[in-house]
T-cell receptor
Framework: GAGVSQTPSNKVTEKGKYVELRCDPISGHTALYWYRQSLGQGPEFLIYFQGTGAADDSGLPNDRFFAVRPEGSVSTLKIQRTERGDSAVYLC??????????????FGEGSRLTVL | GQQLNQSPQSMFIQEGEDVSMNCTSSSIFNTWLWYKQDPGEGPVLLIALYKAGELTSNGRLTAQFGITRKDSFLNISASIPSDVGIYFC?????????????WGLGTSLAVNP
């Protein structure tokens, strides 16, 4: 597809379980971002990749959260020992090289995570 | 984390009316962006502002970067039903680093046809 693709669109899990969320960016976009959006809030920055490396992971809330982008394209956000407070929509975005300066990010539809 | 102050929180208007919303920050921002989010979708960029005092239009939308660099507004003229959605301001206090945007809480717009 032409846009950013995220899977799953919905994930319901139990407290303490492990979760993986996948993002397939727009082809050719070198930068990839993960944001988290809680109900009634704006997106909150988690991590940014330039190519394969995490250029800025300062938004990851704690060491239960980890993200990879091994080949510089698809990225996976991994959450260990999920807690109810992790429930949110996890948004992935990508941009070309200029996007990091212009702020023009292309977002996917998000993965809604519910931790029971 | 830090978030911008965005107002109003919600608006209910009649089709054809003009709309105005604004965003303020306690610190100076070097970039102001306005995004729109439809239900079940990710945000989509509407207008980007990079210079204090800048006034930019995109169709019926007009946005301005405040002279103090601590605020921005977005106007929508002659609203139509498809304008319904949540409008977010976003910005960045660090010049040239728009990777880590800071977002407002959003303005929810409802348009009565």
């Amino acid at each position: 597809g032409a846009g950013v693709s995220q899977t799953p669109s919905n994930k319901v899990t139990e407290k303490g379980k492990y979760v993986e969320l996948r993002c397939d960016p727009i082809s050719g976009h070198t930068a990839l971002y993960w944001y988290r959006q809680s109900l009634g809030q704006g997106p909150e920055f988690l991590i940014y990749f330039q190519g394969t490396g995490a250029a800025d992971d300062s938004g990851l809330p704690n060491d239960r959260f980890f993200a990879v982008r091994p080949e510089g394209s698809v990225s996976t956000l991994k959450i260990q020992r999920t807690e109810r407070g992790d429930s949110a929509v996890y948004l992935c975005a990508s941009s070309d090289g200029a996007g990091a300066y212009t702020g023009e990010l292309f977002f996917g539809e998000g993965s809604r995570l519910t931790v029971l | 984390g830090q978030q911008l102050n965005q107002s109003p929180q919600s608006m209910f208007i009649q089709e054809g009316e003009d709309v105005s919303m604004n965003c303020t920050s306690s610190s100076i921002f070097n970039t102001w962006l306005w995004y729109k989010q439809d239900p079940g979708e990710g945000p989509v960029l509407l207008i980007a502002l990079y210079k204090a005092g800048e006034l930019t239009s995109n169709g019926r939308l007009t946005a301005q970067f405040g002279i103090t660099r601590k605020d921005s507004f977005l106007n929508i003229s002659a609203s139509i039903p498809s304008d319904v959605g949540i409008y977010f301001c976003a910005g960045q206090p660090n010049a040239g680093n728009n990777r880590k945007l800071i977002w407002g809480l959003g303005t929810s717009l409802a348009v009565n046809p």
